[in-house]
């Protein structure tokens, strides 16, 4: 510790978090939720968790694998096992990330608010931020009991090119690096026999190569 001129800079922190929370209770908790079907995750995935949880300081970016996603136009996913093996194999060098599976537990139609409604009774000092791109965004008047679902978490808009910042709810919007993949783009390449290279992180293009997955266009 330095003390010159009344100005007092401390070389270490006195107390640790512990002792904080000892003497003010338990600090609130900030975490990410990033639920997609994830089929398979890619790059654009990834780099919009990182640019959020390091924007917003967040504790920790959970992806949250749905079991079936709510609206009803979506093509079948491939078993969630794999869905979850190349998840595992995408963020398991990053110490911001995490995984989510209550949903995948819980089984059945996978509604964010019922998500949330058992999330907040488990963890009741943590604040969730659902993290959705701003093409989700446009779809959120239709989600099931939305207007209790936003008194329950913050949510965070990725902005995306062709896609307008805005909605009748509130959003805490977010500027990440526009990367335009999709994992139906990720399906058709496999598909027709052209590389995914550099779309996705190495470990989950082995293990599409691999499981022989996504060989037929759908
Ligand atoms: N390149 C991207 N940039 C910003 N947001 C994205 C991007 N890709 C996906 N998202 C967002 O990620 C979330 C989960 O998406 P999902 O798992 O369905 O991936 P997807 O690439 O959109 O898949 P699909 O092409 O099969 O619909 C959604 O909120 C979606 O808006
Ligand atoms: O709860 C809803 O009504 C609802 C409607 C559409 C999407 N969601 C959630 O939004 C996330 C992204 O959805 P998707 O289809 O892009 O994978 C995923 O976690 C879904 O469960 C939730």
């Known amino acids: 510790m330095n003390v010159s001129n009344q100005t007092i800079t401390l070389s270490h922190p006195v107390i640790t978090e512990e002792v904080s929370e000892a003497i003010l209770g338990p600090r609130r908790k900030q975490v990410g939720l990033f639920g997609g079907t994830f089929n398979p995750i ?117 902005k995306r090119r062709g896609y307008a910042p805005q909605s009748p709810y509130p959003i805490l919007w977010v500027d990440a690096p526009l990367i335009e993949i999709s994992s139906t783009e990720i399906r058709q390449r496999v598909a027709a026999g052209q590389s995914i290279r550099y779309l996705v992180p190495e470990p989950v293009r082995a293990y599409i190569e691999k499981e022989g997955l996504y060989l037929d266009a759908n």
């Open 42 to 158: 890619h790059n654009g995935h990834l780099i919009m968790a990182e640019a959020v949880g390091t924007q917003l300081g967040l504790k920790q970016v959970c992806f949250m694998p749905d079991n079936q996603p709510p609206h009803v136009d979506h093509k079948a996913a491939i078993p969630a096992k794999h869905r979850l093996a190349m998840l595992e194999a995408a963020i398991h060098d990053n110490p911001l990330f995490g995984l989510e599976l209550c949903e995948l537990q819980r089984g059945g139609v996978s509604y964010s608010y019922d998500t949330l409604v058992a999330l907040k009774k488990l963890h009741p000092d943590t604040d969730y931020y659902f993290i959705i791109g701003a093409d989700m965004v446009n779809y959120l008047p239709k989600w099931y009991r939305i207007d209790d679902l936003v008194k329950l978490v913050t949510f965070v808009g990725v």
